[in-house]
T-cell receptor, first 115, second 114 residues
Framework: AQSVSQHNHHVILSEAASLELGCNYSYGGTVNLFWYVQYPGQHLQLLLKYFSGDPLVKGIKGFEAEFIKSKFSFNLRKPSVQWSDTAEYFC?????????????FGSGTQLTVLP | SAVISQKPSRDICQRGTSLTIQCQVDSQVTMMFWYRQQPGQSLTLIATANQGSEATYESGFVIDKFPISRPNLTFSTLTVSNMSPEDSSIYLCSGRRSTNTEAFFGQGTRLTVV
């Protein structure tokens, strides 16, 4: 079965620290990759996406992610976090198989940034 | 991306009753989906809402429990029927313009069944 793993359930950082959140997916051929963010009390928002081309993708608010095909990974990074980055982060994969190409989500990582 | 308005945002319901959740998109979308997010867990796809035809349900979800309507390309409803405390969860609707675009989400409905 197709699956997405996020290794960290809860990450606590101080402001200005660097962030890397892991995401691995099970092999399933061609994939499209996403990171979504859910700020407290708000709906899920797209942070960044990878469909093709440069495996290093840049998203909003200084986030970036690198698709490493050989490792089935799509880790999220930010060089210097801010208190306002406190949120839950979800990695999602869209596999090419299936007519609707549904999204499969990871379990999420709660990021807490201490001021 | 489009904007989805989902309501109600939260509700507390008695067991055995039903609740209908509505999602309105501000523009036409090809695909709409319904997810459940149980406490501390990830999003699980319930079904794909097909315009003008029956929804396509994922394993573990059935139409009698979660009937879905999608009368047009901008609106869908999910009903949680004959509720039990195990149905307490956040329910989210999602839309995508095509198979090659990202999904966007409603605000979610936090359901508590007592």
């Amino acid at each position: 079965a197709q699956s997405v793993s996020q290794h960290n359930h809860h990450v606590i950082l101080s402001e200005a620290a660097s962030l890397e959140l892991g995401c691995n997916y099970s092999y399933g051929g061609t994939v499209n990759l996403f990171w979504y963010v859910q700020y407290p009390g708000q709906h899920l928002q797209l942070l960044l996406k990878y469909f093709s081309g440069d495996p290093l993708v840049k998203g909003i608010k200084g986030f970036e992610a690198e698709f490493i095909k050989s490792k089935f990974s799509f880790n999220l990074r930010k060089p210097s976090v801010q208190w306002s980055d406190t949120a839950e982060y979800f990695c999602a994969v869209m596999y090419s198989s299936g007519s609707a190409r549904q999204l499969t989500f990871g379990s999420g990582t709660q990021l807490t940034v201490l001021p | 991306s489009a904007v989805i308005s989902q309501k109600p945002s939260r509700d507390i319901c008695q067991r055995g009753t039903s609740l209908t959740i509505q999602c309105q998109v501000d523009s036409q979308v090809t695909m709409m989906f319904w997810y459940r997010q149980q406490p501390g867990q990830s999003l699980t796809l319930i079904a794909t809402a097909n315009q003008g035809s029956e929804a396509t349900y994922e394993s573990g979800f059935v139409i009698d429990k979660f009937p879905i309507s999608r009368p047009n390309l901008t609106f869908s409803t999910l009903t949680v029927s004959n509720m039990s405390p195990e149905d307490s969860s956040i329910y989210l609707c999602s839309g995508r313009r095509s198979t090659n675009t990202e999904a966007f989400f409603g605000q979610g409905t936090r359901l508590t069944v007592v």
